[in-house]
């Protein structure tokens, strides 16, 4: 099948998809019409899906004509809570709800492919799984479905995301890293109160507190080695009931990202040192709580990664087909990117000043030239059309 070319005859119907998708915005493990909505529009194709009684989302299968591997073609659905001021005329029905990362335009994306994969099933070497996977944005909304044995049988996999740092139109597959982990810590440091005007018969917890916030950005600039990408910021610090009272206690809490393994390892052991240490040196005593949440984004399988170029320069052209810096934020992919070896994330652009799509993901403003959405269907079904092709010994 031509994938792009069909693709674009069911541009209108993908967008109505999507149009549905944004407004029903629903939060991370409550996309119960999402879901509802995606599984009716895949019955009404004909094509088998799984749906859960404990869990939102849905996994679509098609069973190709010809025998051979199996590829997961996978889409988030789940929306953020922000009040939506994107001025589109499908806005969010559900107040302080809102898809502002894009969401939508995968899940609809992904429906686009189940019907090019479907129609073409017959020319198929093997079988193609669509996991419409919910809370994404919570970080660990990708563990459930392999954690429950839904993709035990994946041999490779492909994961997109919309992406405003390049033009609509282009599509960027590199090799190595492209998305960071995300971990996030709590730490808790306990002194003695006393007055305000008489510190000296305390134990100040707040400046215990300061002396560890600073200290820790020496993991970044001497611990780890300076060719590794590495961020550690404190986002909130509480501590205090009033202004002339020394408060015993500051909790503080934070996120640590990079792309490299060896960084990610070595954080937790040298933050539990500097903030036991400076706790002790004044004083104070302290205690770490380390959350290990998503590993980075690599894309590992070179060879995987030249047939999704491939696929990208068939779809959007050679020139659209871009390379690009990797990101500091991360994606659940990551967690089924660690179990199935062969896999592969990409970006699909959608900045474009002329229709205005100028604003990041996660903004209220956010929204995209819906031009690129049969872009993303044809992307999704040529990948796994060509991966199941080539590993099954043909050409794609
Ligand atoms: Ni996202």
């Known amino acids: 099948m031509n994938y792009i070319s069909r693709a674009r005859e069911l541009g209108g119907d993908i967008a109505a998809h999507r149009h549905y998708l944004h407004q029903h915005a629903e939060l991370s493990y409550q996309e119960k019409e999402t879901t509802a909505y995606l599984v009716e529009q895949l019955e009404k194709l004909g094509i088998p899906v799984k749906r859960f ?39 969010s029905i559900h107040p302080g709800v809102m898809h502002a990362c894009g969401h939508d335009c995968h899940a609809a994306m992904l429906l686009g492919a189940a ?43 492909l994961g997109m995301h919309v992406w405003p740092d390049l033009p609509s139109g282009t599509l960027a597959v590199i090799d190595g890293p492209i998305m960071a982990s995300c971990d996030n810590f709590t730490i808790t ?10 510190p000296n018969n305390g134990r100040d917890a707040i ?10 950005q020496t993991i ?8 590794h990408s590495l961020v550690v910021s404190i986002g909130t610090i509480k501590a205090g009931t009033q202004f002339n009272i020394i408060t015993d206690t500051a909790v503080m809490s934070g996120t640590v990202r990079t792309h490299s393994p060896e960084a990610r390892a070595l954080v937790e052991p040298a933050m539990r040192q500097i903030v036991q240490g ?46 690009c810096t990797p990101a500091m934020g991360s994606e659940d992919f990551s967690y089924l990117m660690e179990k199935i070896p062969s896999s592969l994330f990409a970006f699909l652009g959608c900045w474009d000043e002329e229709a205005g799509c100028v604003h990041p993901v996660h903004n209220e403003k956010f ?30």
């Not at 440091?189 to 008489?198: D, K, L, T």
């Not at 819906?370 to 990948?383: M, N, R, S, T």
């Open 53 to 91: 009684d404990d869990y939102t989302g849905c996994i679509a299968i098609i069973q190709g004509g010809k025998p051979g591997k199996t590829v997961m073609l996978r889409a988030d659905i789940d929306a953020l809570p922000i009040q939506e001021n994107s001025g589109v005329e499908f806005e």
């Open 115 to 157: 019907q090019l994969l479907w129609e073409s099933r017959e020319e198929l070497s093997g079988t193609v799984k669509l996991l419409f996977q919910a809370a994404e944005e919570v970080f660990v909304g990708s563990h459930y479905y392999w954690d429950k044995g839904h993709l035990s049988d994946v041999d490779a996999a």
């Open 189 to 198: 440091v306990h002194g003695v109160s006393a007055h305000g005007s008489q």
């Open 207 to 216: 400046v215990a507190a300061s002396a560890i916030i600073t200290n820790l």
């Open 220 to 227: 970044v600039s001497r611990v780890d080695d300076p060719l």
């Open 278 to 323: 400076t706790a002790q040196a004044l004083g104070c005593t302290a205690e770490v709580e380390y959350n290990y949440l998503e590993p980075p984004v690599i894309n590992a399988d070179t060879a995987l990664n030249t047939i999704a170029r491939t696929a990208a320069a068939k779809v959007c052209g050679q020139e659209n087909v871009r390379s």
């Open 367 to 396: 929204r995209i030239n819906e031009e690129i959405l049969p872009l993303g269907a044809a992307q999704y079904a040529q990948f796994a059309a060509d991966y199941l092709e080539q590993s099954a010994g043909g050409e794609a």
